[in-house]
């Protein structure tokens, strides 16, 4: 038997399709392969009773000839998404313990649609992060290495879940992207990943980092499996009033194959000081892919670029320091307090032992740009830019179908590097962040290798609910590429 | 007249600004579907929002919009069709999210109009600044443990109306007559209960002291204060200390303060400097709130007639004067049951036994006007008892009398006790005869020239029937027969 972890969500739901194995037989390979990889520190909960009892139930329910677009399928649920009854973290120390009452909308869609779930996978503390080392739960390991052989990074702050993803240990996973969060781990791991356009997947149940800017979207292998997996995540939601009531396409139908006469477009403010060479020729060759698919690539100018970067860091700080005042230790999740302690006491010692030094950075500098005397400057400034940035991609849509860029400024980092320099750490995200003010769905294809054999990712980036321009692009992309490296230990 | 409060140094006037806190009537909280039920136990009417557990969203509830937009279009005001929820962020233990939602510099409602009806009769016009909507708090509870505090989180994310008048308001009178129409308003429209014991309506006080014809001095807001009697109390007396510091050389500081009704003083709550910094911002999780002319036309169809039209209407209609009319209509059900007794009846007559009569006993009894033992049916058979001579006016007092204390149906009573009006020619002569025959000295009074006299005989008349005599009839009959 070919080993069931290495197949991709499509071919694993073909075969389930035609008998060939069972969703039990697919989710104790991924158990397995989740005991052998546990190293990597990929997931926070794993829940083997759980991914057993509902892989049973969707045998059982396959074989009355009820299959969902999902059936069957062991997927890792990065743990941001609030799952019934399955502690759910945030990857904080103030959420140890805490077992929601509820689904996600996101994760109820997904197990609707027959979806497994193996376990809750890791992340940086509240999605803060772009290296998934501010984990109270400890630090994920990239399944990739370098020449060195040392420990690599993730990325982040899906890190778990484009670990898990990489190293077979789901057959994909869900993510969440505030600024890059699916996109430079997908990057760094070799995998594909997706942030659909925001408002296209419900908000609801998903613990919040910056409201305006997070969206859930899939970590797959391949594009045919993000477009399989956003179709089974997405959907209007009345629970959510920033989602959006419009229909959802059959995303796997946009897959033809074809874009002869699209327009790509290249930013030329995405060519930064700096950019290493590998990164500047991977873009090159994606170039050339495109046009040798029958693409027309076109220069575009998207001159607020530079501001994006400290547009985010004052846009999500802010939105976070106020989504996080909810964890004060009063109704769940930690508390810290000492006999005689005043309610100030309390808040200080359970939000000072609760959060990480990320997420304390972040609430201080959003709890700055808000504060009287500072809004203007900071805050409604940042708000002003944002829609800036909007209206640059405005323009370049009004020439182009689709925009190509690198996912991010490097690969995979050693862990430990960036740690002492925030400012640093944040150049991570130049790349994804401006797509994320922009609300608009941008996807990560890898598609090539750094000189140290470590894969490399470009983004699409897409007009607003027109993942399926992404998409098709995307899967040019990937069979041009036709990266088929593996991290060691992998390869099929 | 202006009110002026005498100093040591003068003359000083007084600049009042209310901001009224107004809980919307509505079946489920502003952003979640849970009750707004009062008096449930504890924490039984929180859903996971009001809860704020992780990764929960507000969504709008359109009947707290229609309300406040009704709220809105009642006060004549500027209805505004984009408005946005924002953020308030502090910490407290009653407040879940930490942070409340409510809007801030793009409210629901703009500015409009409240007319005050003073106790002369006259009328002043306050402008209202805005209205906006926003989440209420929970409520701590410190007396239930001697160690800790309870939350009950059930008004946790209740839809309340903020209504912030100008600082147009010049005496504790104009306060108060403030606070009444502006109650008067949200009852008869149905947006609020205006109960300020059950907390359903608050009231902060923004009070400054200027000489008269200067600018704005430094104001002080009390806070929640929960009647329109301590309301007026406290800027009175707040105003006082204000006057004194000045006077006494001091100068007054910005700030926030309790007023202590026992004691009869405001007391400094916190100052400007430990003022909260409410970092307000769009709130992300929200679109903003956006209508069209139809949602606001739909909703002025439902308008009610208005305490203002409906004295217009009483004035125009009913002879009243602006006294009257604004004393039925001051509560709904009060002109409610004006207009059932005045129907079909001279209506200043109405106004005059609705008014002197009917409320000068329930305000005796203390009694509101929907617990009154005498309905409106009745108190109008009682004044067609008397229009049609059945009883006289003075025996209209006492079958009144009757009837607050029974409840009982006038035309009964009257039958009942015999009190039918003696308009039988023979029977009133019989009795003229009688006190005749009993006073001839006082009869020749009168023929020579003492008029006045007459007057003694009707009375004596009217006693030996027991009052049941028609007067005019007994006036007319005395006439014929003493100066014929």
């Known amino acids: 038997m070919t080993d069931l972890t290495k197949l991709t969500l499509a071919e694993a739901r073909d075969g389930l399709a035609k008998g060939d194995y069972t969703s039990v037989e697919l989710t104790e390979a991924h158990l397995k392969s989740m005991d052998a990889h546990r190293n990597l520190n990929a997931y926070i909960t794993e829940t083997p009773e759980k991914a057993m009892e509902m892989a049973k139930a969707s045998d059982a329910k396959r074989a009355k000839g009820d299959a969902g677009k999902m059936e069957g399928l062991p997927i890792a649920v990065k743990d941001l998404f609030c799952t019934e009854g399955v502690q759910t973290t945030a990857a904080s120390h103030i959420l140890e313990g805490f077992k929601p009452e509820y689904e996600s909308t996101v994760t109820s869609n997904l197990f609707g649609n027959g979806a497994v779930m193996l376990g809750k996978a890791n992340l940086d503390e509240f999605a803060m992060g772009s290296s998934n080392t501010s984990s109270y739960y400890g630090n994920v390991i990239n399944p990739w290495k370098d020449k060195s052989g040392k420990d690599l990074v993730p990325g982040g702050s899906s890190g778990g879940s484009a670990a898990a993803v990489a190293a077979n240990m789901a057959l994909a996973a869900t993510g969440t992207d505030t600024g890059g969060s699916i996109r430079q781990p997908a990057s760094y791991c070799g995998i594909v990943g997706l942030k659909p356009t925001y408002g296209r997947c419900s908000r609801w149940g998903i613990v919040a980092f910056a409201s305006s800017l997070d969206q859930a979207g899939p970590m797959t292998k391949t594009v045919r499996d993000a477009a399989i997996m956003l179709g089974a995540m997405a959907g209007h939601d009345a629970k959510d009033s920033t989602s959006a009531p419009i229909a959802v396409p059959d995303f796997e139908a946009a897959l033809t194959g074809d874009i002869r006469g699209m327009k790509i477009g290249i930013p030329k403010e995405y060519r930064v000081d700096g950019m290493p060479e590998e990164i500047s020729k991977l873009w090159d060759n994606g170039v050339a892919m495109l046009r040798d698919a029958g693409a027309e690539v076109v220069d575009v100018t998207l001159p607020h670029t530079k501001y994006a970067l400290g547009t985010y860091y004052i846009v999500a700080p802010a939105e976070a320091s106020s989504n996080l005042a909810r964890y004060d230790g009063l109704r769940y999740g930690q508390r810290v307090m000492d006999d005689g302690d005043s309610l100030d006491d309390m808040y200080m010692k359970s939000r000072a032992a609760g959060f990480g030094k990320e997420v304390q950075r972040r609430i201080m500098i959003g709890t700055y740009v808000l504060s009287a005397g500072y809004y203007d400057a900071y805050y409604n400034k940042a708000l002003k830019v944002r829609r800036r940035i909007y209206q640059d991609f405005e323009g370049a849509f009004g020439q182009v179908d689709a925009i190509l860029t690198p996912t991010a400024p490097s690969a995979a980092f050693a862990i430990g590097e960036n740690e002492g320099d925030p400012v640093k750490m944040y150049l991570n995200d130049v790349f994804t962040v401006p797509a994320s003010l922009a609300g608009l769905p941008g996807i990560s294809v890898p598609t090539g290798l750094s000189a140290e054999g470590l894969p490399l990712g470009l983004q699409l980036i897409g007009k607003p609910f027109d993942e399926e321009t992404v998409l098709r692009v995307g899967g040019v992309l990937e069979s041009a590429a036709n990266f088929t490296a593996k991290p060691a230990g992998q390869e099929g | 007249m202006s009110y002026i409060l005498e100093g040591s140094t003068g003359p000083w006037e007084i600049v009042v600004g209310l901001e009224v806190h107004c809980q919307v009537i509505s079946k489920s909280k502003l952003f979640s579907g849970a009750s707004t039920k009062f008096g449930n136990e504890p924490n039984s009417n929180v859903s996971l929002v009001d809860a704020a557990m992780p990764g929960m969203l507000p969504v709008v509830n359109a009947e707290c919009v229609r309300q406040a937009v009704k709220t809105g279009l009642g006060l004549k005001a500027k209805i505004n069709k984009e408005s946005v929820f924002a953020r308030k962020n502090y910490f407290y233990a009653d407040l879940p999210q930490g942070y409340q939602i409510s809007q801030f510099d793009k409210p629901i409602v703009g500015e409009g109009t409240i007319i005050l009806d003073m106790p002369d009769g006259s009328t002043k016009s306050v402008g209202i600044e805005r209205l906006h909507l926003e989440q209420d708090a929970g409520k701590s509870m410190h007396d239930q443990d001697p160690k800790y505090s309870h939350i009950d989180l059930n008004r946790s994310g209740v839809a309340l109306m903020?209504?912030?008048?100008?600082?147009?308001?010049?005496?504790?009178?104009?306060?108060?007559?403030?606070?009444?129409?502006?109650?008067?308003?949200?009852?008869?429209?149905?947006?609020?209960?205006?109960?300020?014991?059950?907390?359903?309506?608050?009231?902060?006080?923004?009070?400054s002291v200027r000489r008269p014809g200067e600018g704005f001095g430094t104001r002080c807001e009390i806070k929640n204060v929960n009647s329109i009697r301590f309301v007026m109390q406290a800027i009175e007396i707040e105003a006082k200390r204000q006057i004194?510091?000045?006077?006494?050389?001091?100068?007054?500081?910005?700030?926030?303060?309790?007023?202590?009704?026992?004691?009869?003083?405001?007391?400094?709550?916190?100052?400007?400097?430990?003022?909260?910094?409410?970092?307000?911002?769009?709130?992300?999780?929200?679109?903003?709130?956006?209508?069209?002319?139809?949602?606001?036309?739909?909703?002025?169809?439902?308008?009610?007639?208005?305490?203002?039209?409906?004295?217009?209407?009483?004035?125009?209609?009913?002879?009243?004067?602006?006294?009257?009319?604004?004393?039925?209509?001051?509560?709904?059900?009060?002109?409610?049951?004006?207009?059932?007794?005045?129907?079909?009846?001279?209506?200043?007559?109405?106004?005059?036994?609705?008014?002197?009569?009917?409320?000068?006993?329930?305000?005796?009894?203390?009694?509101?006007?929907?617990?009154?033992?005498?309905?409106?049916?009745?108190?109008?058979?009682?004044?067609?008892?008397?229009?049609?001579?059945?009883?006289?006016?003075?025996?209209?007092?006492?079958?009144?009398?009757?009837m607050i204390e029974t409840g009982g149906d006038p035309e009964k009573i009257v039958e009942e006790k015999g009190l039918k009006q003696i308009t039988d020619t023979g029977a009133i002569e019989t009795a003229i005869d009688e006190v005749i025959a009993a006073n001839p000295d006082k009869v020749e009074e009168i023929r020579a020239g003492k008029d006045k006299m007459l007057g003694w005989f009707v009375g004596q008349v009217m006693k030996s029937t027991g009052g049941k005599a028609n007067p005019g009839m007994v006036n007319k009959l005395l006439r014929d027969k003493i100066l014929g």
């Open chain 2, 162 to 207: 903020e209504i912030v008048s100008m600082p147009d308001i010049r005496s504790p009178e104009e306060a108060g007559a403030y606070l009444t129409k502006l109650r008067a308003i949200v009852r008869y429209l149905g947006t609020c209960d205006g109960n300020m014991n059950e907390g359903s309506m608050r009231c902060d006080a923004n009070v």
């Open chain 2, 244 to 402: 004194e510091v000045i006077e006494g050389g001091g100068e007054i500081q910005q700030e926030t303060r309790l007023y202590d009704q026992r004691l009869g003083e405001t007391r400094s709550m916190r100052s400007k400097e430990m003022a909260h910094d409410y970092r307000y911002f769009p709130d992300p999780d929200l679109l903003p709130l956006v209508f069209d002319d139809a949602f606001i036309s739909e909703i002025e169809k439902e308008l009610p007639e208005l305490p203002d039209e409906k004295k217009a209407r009483f004035m125009r209609e009913n002879g009243l004067s602006a006294y009257d009319a604004g004393v039925l209509v001051a509560e709904k059900e009060k002109a409610d049951y004006y207009e059932v007794v005045a129907k079909g009846r001279d209506g200043k007559l109405a106004a005059n036994w609705v008014i002197t009569n009917l409320f000068g006993a329930l305000n005796k009894a203390e009694v509101g006007i929907a617990d009154s033992p005498v309905t409106a049916e009745n108190l109008g058979k009682l004044i067609d008892l008397i229009s049609d001579d059945t009883i006289s006016g003075r025996i209209a007092k006492d079958v009144f009398e009757i």
